[in-house]
């Protein structure tokens, strides 16, 4: 099972957003962050940046993060 977790931040400032609890054993990774460089902005599933340990989550002014949960590999 996958959650996605979509993250919007209109505000000209930039805020940290708590995390929601996901599966026992998951870990979100960030797929999407519309603040980053072209070419960093947008990753394939499998390039994504695993978050393990996050509660808080920063993001930028304007911009948009998206959040995938994948299985944490022991």
């Known amino acids: ?6 993250v919007l931040n209109a505000l000209k400032e930039a805020k940290s957003f708590q995390l ?3 599966h026992p054993g998951s ?4 797929i999407l962050d ?7 902005d947008l990753l394939e599933e499998e390039n ?4 393990p340990g996050h509660v808080y989550h920063p993001v ?3 911009s948009v993060v998206i959040l995938i949960s994948k299985n944490a590999i022991l």
């Open 48 to 51: 994504a940046h695993p978050l």
């Open 27 to 30: 870990v979100f990774s960030r």
């Open 34 to 40: 519309t603040s980053l460089p072209q070419g960093l």
């Open 1 to 6: 099972k996958c959650d996605i977790l979509i």
């Open 60 to 62: 930028a002014p304007q």
């Open 20 to 22: 929601p609890r996901i």
